[in-house]
């Protein structure tokens, strides 16, 4: 009797450390901790820029033995609406710097795309860039991420006023 209590006890014990194995190295290994996605740094010519986020869909690394952790998905208004109803000043840039972005250091491994892109004036007109435009006027820098093991995906903004 014993000595099959202690065989369970070992199955028991021997699966739980495969699921702890495959947990730290499998499907989460890559996740990253927190109950929303990371900001990312800007810098234009070596001042900061702030950044704010968009939408979003974000699940929380589990703990070691919980099946899954806590999933969200928020969605937020459109970035010319976010900065006219919170008086969103834009960054003073000038013109054609170069854009330098990254996300803090613990993010590094999970990100699995990252986007940037401008929309002008015009509706319908995005472009890719890493450079401010040589022309005056204001301009609305759009973030898109996704983040590895289908941990998530975010979007971010930043406006700066070339002058």
């Not at 702890?20 to 740094?41: C, L, T, V």
């Amino acid at each position: 009797m014993q000595r099959s209590g202690l065989k369970a006890l070992l199955a028991v014990l021997l699966v739980l450390s495969a699921y702890a194995a495959g947990f730290r190295n499998g499907k989460y290994s890559d996740w990253i901790a927190g109950s929303e996605p990371p900001m990312p740094i800007v810098t234009i010519d070596g001042k900061s820029i702030e950044v704010f986020r968009g939408s979003y869909t974000w699940s929380e690394k589990p703990g070691l033995f919980a099946w899954h952790g806590k999933s969200v998905a928020v969605d937020m208004i459109a970035p010319e609406e976010m900065i006219r109803l919170k008086n969103i000043k834009a960054s003073l840039v000038s013109p054609d710097a170069a854009i330098n972005s990254t996300f803090p250091k613990e993010a590094k491994g999970a990100l699995r795309e990252f986007h940037i892109s401008r929309r002008d004036n015009q509706p319908g007109i995005g472009q890719y860039s890493s450079t401010i435009p040589k022309e005056t006027g204001t301009y609305i820098y759009h973030i898109d991420t996704e983040w590895g093991g289908d941990q998530g995906t975010a979007s971010y903004f930043f406006v700066v006023e070339v002058r």
